[in-house]
């Protein structure tokens, strides 16, 4: 998943930013709301992490305005305020979430987790395709009555493939849902995991095919 994370407190944005990646995400830091902008006019992302007090403007304005807008990224705002008249309305102008400062990171990761569950419905967690199950709670791929773990990057590649079996997705696409703009990676990369997920899948129903000159598509083996 690509998450962007718009928070001007850099020391809380590098520890957010830290822990969903470990998790595999790729993750975008704007620390104000111009740089938010820039962000979402270049990428599409599958969850927005929302600061209020931000230096040159209001968070929720920039809520408001995606809505308005009719754009429907679920947005978790990250919020100081705890009084119940805030956080309603927050959500009436269209938030998915709120989570309050100061947060534990496993309650940030768990509602991340539940705001994409009802993004894709209730099964999103699990995807079947061919005999082949995909757990993205567990982490894990399963067939023929035995499970395999998967690393995190595995694990979102998979996603993409499991989303829409034989759709055709091009390395520039698989780039923009893996990495986020400060990675430090190449086309080449999407081929190692590529690699990657194909050993995962042998002997399975389930394989990624080469499409020539246009990128990668899962198909039945």
């Known amino acids: 998943m690509r998450f ?9 944005a590098g ?17 104000d709301l111009d740089g938010a902008k820039a962000y979402i006019s270049a990428a599409d992302y599958d969850l927005i992490l929302l600061d209020i007090m931000l230096p040159d403007g209001d968070g929720r304005e920039f809520l408001q305005d995606q809505r308005k807008a009719e754009k429907r990224t679920p947005v978790i705002v990250l919020t100081a305020r705890s009084a119940v008249s805030d956080r309603v309305s927050l959500l009436d102008l269209g938030a998915d979430d709120y989570i309050t400062k100061p947060f534990d990171f496993s309650e940030l990761e768990a509602r991340c987790r539940a705001v994409l569950r009802r993004q894709g419905g209730v099964a999103a967690n699990r995807k079947t395709y061919s005999g082949v199950t995909l757990d993205s709670t567990a982490g894990e791929l399963a067939f023929a009555g035995s499970s395999h773990s998967l690393r995190n990057r595995e694990l979102r590649l998979l996603e993409v493939f499991f989303n829409a079996p034989g759709r055709v997705f091009s390395k520039s696409h698989l780039m923009d849902r893996m990495f986020a703009f ?4 190449s086309e080449n990369a999407i081929e190692v995991y590529v690699a990657r997920c194909r050993k995962r899948l042998d002997g399975s129903g389930a394989k990624i095919e080469t499409v ?9 083996a």
């Open 212 to 220: 020539r000159g246009l990128g990668y598509r899962m198909v039945e």
């Open 182 to 185: 400060s990675d430090e990676a």
């Open 4 to 12: 962007l994370l718009i928070e001007d407190n850099a020391k809380l």
């Open 15 to 31: 520890a957010v930013m830290e822990r969903l990646q470990l998790d595999g995400h790729a993750v975008d830091h704007a620390a």
